[in-house]
């Protein structure tokens, strides 16, 4: 039984670890072979959790080749627009094609709004904003001379509604939602869908390090907004195989008329 992308090619951002690796190994799963960078190295001052590794990102290259599929991953930061057209060029060029995009990389620092830096900001808009732009940008010519093909813009329950304790990370989620329309709206000519996947709390990395302790920190600062992004259900946050999920569906002929869609894999964390 073939999967539901076979022969197909995807580009991923921040592919080394979390999100990105489960993106990685169930697009591979699923047939496709995975183009993907990710900075494995030192996050920005202020960010609360440790960086991903070379180590991360080769561990990723064997759990996608262990399915059976090729893994062009190279390291690369999603702030450099020329790094991140280098990568997707160089893949294509190997592979021959591309077919769906996942722009997942991104940071969190949670700081009360009176404690929050101009370079807390500019690093949050940088990666979670530019650098998803940059990745469109890279991208979507190889798309458009495909014939179309599938972009999903990895925005958060904090797109929809708030992250307390976040105002930078609020806002480029919120940024994220507005350019996922957008860019549907122009590149839907080529056949291109753009749509945004919004997780609440996922079991990822970066919530190790000193993550916990930042966000209660910052929830003692106003304690009644604490309780925000409570899921409806028992299960309290996603595991990262299940956004994974969500993307081959977006990416997938099976979505193949939905496009400037928001779809939340929060457990109804948006409403609470």
């Not at 202020?46 to 991360?56: L, W």
């Not at 080749?65 to 893994?71: H, S, V």
């Not at 299940?242 to 939340?264: P, Q």
């Amino acid at each position: 039984m073939t999967g539901r992308l076979e022969g197909k090619a995807v580009f991923i951002t921040g592919v080394a670890r979390g999100q990105g690796r489960a993106h990685a190994v169930r697009f591979a799963h699923e047939g496709a072979d995975v183009i993907g960078i990710d900075l494995a190295g030192p996050l920005p001052d202020g960010v609360p959790y440790d960086s991903a590794t070379p180590d991360d990102l080769d561990e990723t290259r064997r759990l996608v080749e262990q399915e059976g599929r090729r893994a062009l991953l190279t390291r690369a930061d999603v702030r450099d627009r020329e790094a991140v057209r280098k990568a997707v060029d160089d893949g294509v060029a190997e592979l021959g094609r591309l077919d769906a995009v996942i722009a997942n990389a991104g940071v969190c620092i949670p700081v009360a709004w009176d404690e929050t830096t101009p370079e807390m900001m500019d690093a949050t808009l940088d990666i979670n904003v530019k650098g998803v732009w940059h990745t469109v940008i890279a991208t979507a010519p190889h798309l458009i001379a495909a014939g179309g093909g599938s972009i999903t813009l990895i925005s958060s329950y904090a797109g929809k509604k708030v992250q307390p304790f976040m105002v930078p990370y609020t806002t480029s989620k919120h940024a994220i939602t507005g350019m996922t329309r957008a860019f549907a709206a122009e590149l839907g000519k080529h056949d291109i869908r753009v749509n945004s996947i919004h997780p609440g709390g996922v079991a990822t990395p970066m919530g190790g390090g000193d993550m916990v302790g930042a966000i209660d920190r910052t929830n003692a600062t106003n304690p009644k907004l604490a309780a925000m992004g409570t899921s409806f259900t028992n299960q309290g946050y996603a595991e990262p195989e299940e956004i994974a999920g969500a993307a081959v569906f977006l990416a997938s002929d099976e979505a193949k008329f939905i496009s400037s869609e928001h779809l939340s894999v929060d457990g109804g964390a948006q409403y609470f």
